[in-house]
Each structure stands twice: as structure tokens, then as C-alpha cells.
């Protein structure tokens, strides 16, 4: 089993930064891929980044050039946010692959 804590998350003005983090504990050894999922109010949630154990990454098209996903060691990974922006409101959640393990969430806001 394993188990995910997310942090990093709070209110920001657009055009600022937010860095997040996702821990995770358990049975490290057999995570695979790590992703980060974002779920607006009345949206569906959405993949925001990927990164496999190779460090081999993925990017929505809608944060590609301002979010930077990297992984450290076999448990940790980050989401890098920068030039966030009104519509990057959401709560923000880990995933880890295989087995579809999923964090708690952390929000992020961004407004003025």
C-alpha cells in the first residue's frame, strides 16, 4: 500500500509562483509513475503533469512552458508552478502508479 501527503498549496496573485510537493510512504519500491491531477469547482479532474521512475515527463498543453514536474529519489515528487493564472485555480492532487493510489489534495488559488 502507499500513502501520499501533498503540501505546498495557498493563495497567490496571478503571475506568481507556488511550488507543491507530494511525500509519499509504503510500499515506495513499486511506484512507477507519479502525477499530478487538478480538480476545479464544476469541472472534471483534469492531468496536470506526469513523471515516470525514468524521469520521463508529460504536460497538459494548458501548463506546458509554466509548470515543471520533477522527482526525487523514489517517493518525493514536485510541481513547479510559475505565471500561475486565474483559470490554474484548483485543488491539486498526487497520484501514484500502479495501483491508483491518490493524495488528499491541496488547493491553490489565484487571484488579485
Known amino acids: 500500500q502507499v500513502q501520499l501527503v501533498e503540501s505546498g498549496g495557498g493563495l497567490v496573485q496571478p503571475g506568481g509562483s507556488l511550488r507543491l510537493s507530494c511525500t509519499a510512504s509504503g510500499n515506495i519500491f513499486s511506484i512507477s509513475v507519479m502525477d499530478w491531477y487538478r480538480q476545479a469547482p464544476g469541472k472534471q479532474r483534469e492531468l496536470v503533469a506526469g513523471i515516470t521512475r525514468g524521469g520521463m515527463t508529460n504536460y497538459a498543453d494548458s501548463v506546458k512552458g509554466r509548470f515543471t514536474i520533477s522527482r526525487e529519489r523514489y517517493n518525493t515528487v514536485y510541481l513547479q508552478m510559475n505565471n500561475l493564472k486565474p483559470d490554474d485555480t484548483a485543488v491539486y492532487y498526487c497520484?501514484?502508479?500502479?495501483?491508483?493510489?491518490w493524495g488528499q489534495g491541496t488547493q491553490v488559488t489565484v487571484s488579485s
Open positions: 497520484k501514484a502508479e500502479p495501483g491508483s493510489h
